[in-house]
T-cell receptor, first 110, second 114 residues
Framework: TQLLEQSPQFLSIQEGENLTVYCNSS?????LQWYRQEPGEGPVLLVT?????EVKKLKRLTFQFGDARKDSSLHITAAQPGDTGLYLC??????????FGTGTRLTIIP | KAGVTQTPRYLIKTRGQQVTLSCSPI?????VSWYQQTPGQGLQFLFE???????NKGNFPGRFSGRQFSNSRSEMNVSTLELGDSALYLC?????????????FGSGTRLTVV
């Protein structure tokens, strides 16, 4: 069974600070997606990464796909209250389904 | 274009009853996947349908079933409800199987079993 571990599980920081959340697996995955979920809503896709070592930027968010294709990170610069939410990674392990990580619940304090 | 529509948004059922949830995907998307989300287990894969065929099934008992219609709309059914079935049920649509290029999720159906 492939598992995706996300860390930290909870993170609470002040507005304007930087942060990084991590997504790790013991198995290689072919692609990885990051989602953000707000209370009462479904997850919303932020990015898909498919190439080992790939870095993608989305405004203040930077996503990195590890060279070994077993890990990924999400870095947020100058966090804002609108960044608050549950961040989920999801990987394709080649078993015909997307496996979701355990999630990082982020709170940005104004 | 319209997003993924799930109905109903909220449901309260009694143990032993059955329930049917509905999902209308984005127009043109042929893949519909269902996930169960709980605080303890996170998002767990239930099943995926593509062109009316179940392509993959997660590790859930046979009480959980689904189907997809020719217009890509999907339903999932849970029979003989248990308290542990209380969860947010999420439907996700994609143009490709296995969420290739990413899923678009609906807002979910919050099921409470009492």
């Amino acid at each position: 069974t492939q598992l995706l571990e996300q860390s930290p599980q909870f993170l609470s920081i002040q507005e304007g600070e930087n942060l990084t959340v991590y997504c790790n697996s013991s198995s290689v995955f072919s692609s990885l997606q990051w989602y953000r979920q707000e209370p009462g809503e479904g997850p919303v896709l932020l990015v898909t990464v498919v190439t080992g070592g790939e870095v993608k930027k989305l405004k203040r968010l930077t996503f990195q796909f590890g060279d070994a294709r077993k890990d990924s990170s999400l870095h947020i610069t100058a966090a804002q209250p609108g960044d608050t939410g549950l961040y989920l990674c999801a990987a394709d392990f080649g078993n015909e389904k997307l496996t979701f990580g355990t999630g990082t619940r982020l709170t940005i304090i104004p | 274009k319209a997003g993924v529509t799930q109905t109903p948004r909220y449901l309260i059922k009694t143990r032993g009853q059955q329930v049917t949830l509905s999902c209308s995907p984005i127009s043109g998307h042929r893949s519909v996947s269902w996930y169960q989300q709980t605080p303890g287990q996170g998002l767990q894969f239930l099943f995926e349908y593509f062109s009316e065929t179940q392509r993959n099934k997660g590790n859930f008992p046979g009480r959980f079933s689904g189907r997809q219609f020719s217009n890509s709309r999907s339903e999932m059914n849970v029979s003989t409800l248990e308290l542990g079935d209380s969860a947010l049920y999420l439907c996700a649509s994609s143009p490709l199987m296995t969420g290739g290029y990413g899923y678009t999720f609906g807002s979910g159906t919050r099921l409470t079993v009492v």
